[in-house]
């Protein structure tokens, strides 16, 4: 507490930018892994991606070591306007109160991300567009080919207009709104918990990192279904009116991936999900902490 929500609002922004700069690699193996095999039954579709390390490795070999950090200026935008948003509203929350009621925290945390996802969801589009996009040899998913950022969103725009930029939402929203409500409430408890049982001192890096690493391990349990259906909606091809051609929506998504995929194809990438947002999570909450020290 004691800071405004204005200046939340750029120290989220800040902290969640530093954190993405150190994951996306993570992040763009996390996406291969949960487009391979898309509502293929297990086992009859060929897997270039196997498991993190390889899969970094599958990167690497197809696009160099550059291919690792693809999407980063979509990423940066999307961390930077989502984050920023996100902390505002929670900070806007803490400083009306709301979050002292039970469950304040979690409610909260739930809106904060729901309207930062909203806002930030054309760059997330256009990041998943670019982190799929490979040589055809390993390529997973639909390929977009656009060439760069400006040109993804310019394409994007002529084709399906505004609403274009904000196809996937559905996906995005609850995605973040959990995460959020997972990480947020986590990291508050966690970090107050080692705090009162006198583990490191309130104003430890310590602390911060334990609350960070907790909150690190429910946002991957809680948040991994919802980030495959979110990737498979954003990246799918979608006919001349803006409809998906794989997903008819939200809905059908999850009960396509279940029937085709079985139910851990909603588990796709679990490894580099959480080991992407573990560190993603440990170091956004440790900047913004340290940051609103300051």
């Known amino acids: 507490g004691g800071v405004p929500p204005a200046v ?48 970094a490795g599958a990167v690497c ?26 902390f505002y509203c929670y900070s806007l929350a803490e400083k009306v109160g ?46 977009h080919n656009h ?8 394409s994007i725009y002529q084709q399906h207009g ?6 996937g939402v559905t996906g995005a929203v609850p995605r973040v709104a959990v ?28 602390a911060v990192l334990t609350g960070g690493m907790v909150s690190g391990v429910a946002v991957a349990v809680t948040m991994t279904p919802f980030d495959v259906i979110s990737t498979r909606l954003y990246n799918q091809p979608v006919d001349a009116d803006g409809t998906g051609k794989l997903y008819r929506g939200y809905l059908d998504c999850i009960l396509q991936i279940s029937s085709k995929e079985g139910l851990l194809g909603l588990y796709k990438g679990i490894g580099a999900v959480y080991l992407r ?10 900047f913004w902490d340290e940051l609103r020290k300051m």
């Not at 996802?117 to 055809?136: D, I, R």
Request: glycine share 12%.
């Open 147 to 154: 060439e760069n950022i400006s040109a993804a969103f310019k």
């Open 8 to 55: 939340d609002l750029v120290l989220g922004a800040t902290a969640g930018c530093l954190a993405c700069v150190l994951t996306n690699p993570l992040e763009v193996v996390k996406t291969r892994l949960q487009l391979q095999g898309e509502l293929q039954p297990p086992g009859t579709y060929p897997r270039p991606y196997r498991g993190v390390l390889r899969a």
């Open 277 to 286: 947002l573990g560190p993603h999570t440990v170091l956004s909450l440790f």
């Open 98 to 143: 709301w979050t002292r009621y039970r469950g304040g925290t979690v409610a909260a945390g739930a809106v904060a991300g729901a309207v930062g996802a909203f806002v930030g969801s054309p760059a997330y589009l256009v990041k998943t567009h670019l982190q799929a996009q490979t040589l055809s040899t390993v390529a997973v998913g639909h390929q």
């Open 61 to 86: 070999r197809a696009d160099g070591l550059r291919g690792l950090q693809k999407g980063l200026a979509a990423g940066l935008l999307y961390q930077g306007v989502m984050n920023g948003v996100r």
């Open 179 to 206: 995460g959020s409500a997972a990480q947020l409430a986590t990291f508050t408890s966690a970090k107050d918990w080692v705090c009162q049982h006198q583990w490191f001192g309130e104003d430890s890096w310590a």
């Open 162 to 167: 505004v609403a274009g930029l904000w196809r």
